[in-house]
């Protein structure tokens, strides 16, 4: 538990992965005022700020590299001289997958609160967003939106926590797949780089109820299946670190 501890806390202490939170955070941030801004309903406002998902590389960039200094270095049989390969293993999901998760969740909480905070709540009905015949914005919005639907039926603040929930997801299972690739071929480089490439493949590839990023809207999958697929992405990631870090100690 201490060497967790530890672990956990190195995780939120990089430069990493306060570049991944100002970035993701940035990012929300220019789309929310170019895009969403005094569109009139929160509702509106939060599905389409969080439209764009195409951000692994900032989960990515929190601790899931770490590995491959360890490696480099040697430092990492050092830690295995005190502990047993799969325990090192579970303690570094852990702390990946938290680091990769609040890089996500956190700007998602901040920009869903600054929504709700500007915009207005009941103002929330009828189709996306839109030109009228004069060729100016008007808000419409799709009333079987899945988000919107929770949001008019629980609250705001329901609404908001599945998104968070869902950025927490997100950043942890693309936080791991970049220790898988760490673990796998241990190079910076590609630790950084892989997960995004990844993504956009299977986002080209994967049909709609698994597509990565309509899991992370949770508005065309549906709340509960977005979270029961991310979870589903979670656990392979994992699988993968694990045999990872057994054919890499098998090596050693």
Known sequence: MKFLWMDVKRSFATPGFLAGILGLGALLVYNFVTESLHSGSPYYAIVNILAASGFTVFPVLGYAARFCGEYESGYYRMILARMKPQRFARIRIIS???SGGVIVALPY?????AAV??????????????LDASGVNVLRMEADIEMVVIGQTYGLGVMVAVKVVLGFLFGAAWALAGLAFAVWMPNKYVALLAPFVLYQSLYILMPGCLNPALLVRGDDAGHVLSIAAECVWLFAAAVAV?????RRCRDE
Do not use: D, K, Q, W
């Open 109 to 113: 909480l901040l920009v869903c609160l």
């Open 117 to 130: 905070y500007l915009e207005s709540p009941e103002v929330a009905n009828a189709n996306l967003l839109g």
């Open 96 to 98: 990946v997958s938290l």
């Open 242 to 246: 694990m045999a990872g870090f057994g």
